[in-house]
């Protein structure tokens, strides 16, 4: 019972801090603030956290990880079937992109510096991504299923259709009609690797 009272109090923390990173940033949340809301004592967050910093990243591994998103898209992308990989690695895309790995306030130590950790994890996860999508594409011009072209260039194209609603929505709250986007970007990109 003791242990389940333990993991509770953690967690809400853990959530407590989790939303007030996002919102304000690490400069802006004191520990009186997370204790506030939380329902807990600065002593209880130091001995799960260690301390405001140690909650911080702890929030920020867990929020900007994109290991499901990451994983799912590896399995679109090793279908056999250049068509249907394209259109599963899309689909996914813009169907499960894990938007809050974005919340400005996970990126931000203090009011003017970033976190450097934070935008290593996010780009380390974006680069696996724009591998996989390179990846499909030398395998589909090996099968003679696209023409040859510099598979980088065309991930990184793919890509950036893709980033441009997501990043749209993300950051400037503009809502578009996903499922038509995703027709057009496929039918668009097989058309081009003709």
Same mark, same amino acid.
């Given at each position: 019972m003791q242990t389940h009272e333990h993991g509770a109090t953690s967690d809400k923390i853990f959530r407590v801090a989790s939303r007030l990173f996002a919102e304000m940033g690490? #400069?802006?949340? =004191?520990?009186? !603030?997370?204790? $506030? @809301?939380?329902? /807990?004592?600065?002593?209880?967050? &130091?001995?799960?956290?260690?301390?405001?910093?140690?909650?911080?990243?702890?929030?920020?591994?867990?929020?900007?990880?994109?290991?499901?998103?990451?994983?799912?898209? #590896?399995?679109? =992308?090793?279908? !056999?079937?250049? $068509? @249907?990989?394209? /259109?599963?690695?899309?689909?996914? &895309?813009l169907s499960s992109f894990p938007e809050h790995a974005f919340d400005p306030g996970l990126y931000m130590r203090d009011s003017a510096t970033l976190d450097k950790q934070s935008a290593r994890i996010v780009s380390a996860d974006l680069e696996k991504i724009r591998k996989m999508a390179s990846t499909m594409v030398k395998r589909a011009v090996r099968t003679d299923e696209f023409r040859k072209v510099d598979a980088?260039?065309?991930a990184d194209c793919l890509l950036g259709m893709l980033n441009r609603v997501?990043?749209?929505?993300?950051?400037?709250?503009?809502?578009?009609?996903?499922?038509?986007?995703?027709?057009?970007?496929?039918?668009?990109?097989?058309?081009a690797m003709k």
């Open positions: 690490f #400069a802006n949340v =004191s520990v009186r !603030d997370i204790c $506030r @809301e939380s329902g /807990t004592t600065a002593p209880v967050l &130091y001995y799960y956290f260690g301390s405001k910093k140690g909650l911080f990243e702890a929030v920020a591994r867990k929020q900007i990880s994109m290991n499901g998103f990451v994983l799912k898209l #590896a399995k679109a =992308s090793e279908i !056999d079937d250049p $068509r @249907e990989a394209l /259109t599963s690695f899309v689909s996914i &895309y980088e260039f065309s997501i990043f749209q929505h993300i950051h400037f709250a503009k809502v578009s009609d996903r499922d038509a986007y995703r027709k057009f970007v496929i039918d668009f990109f097989l058309r």
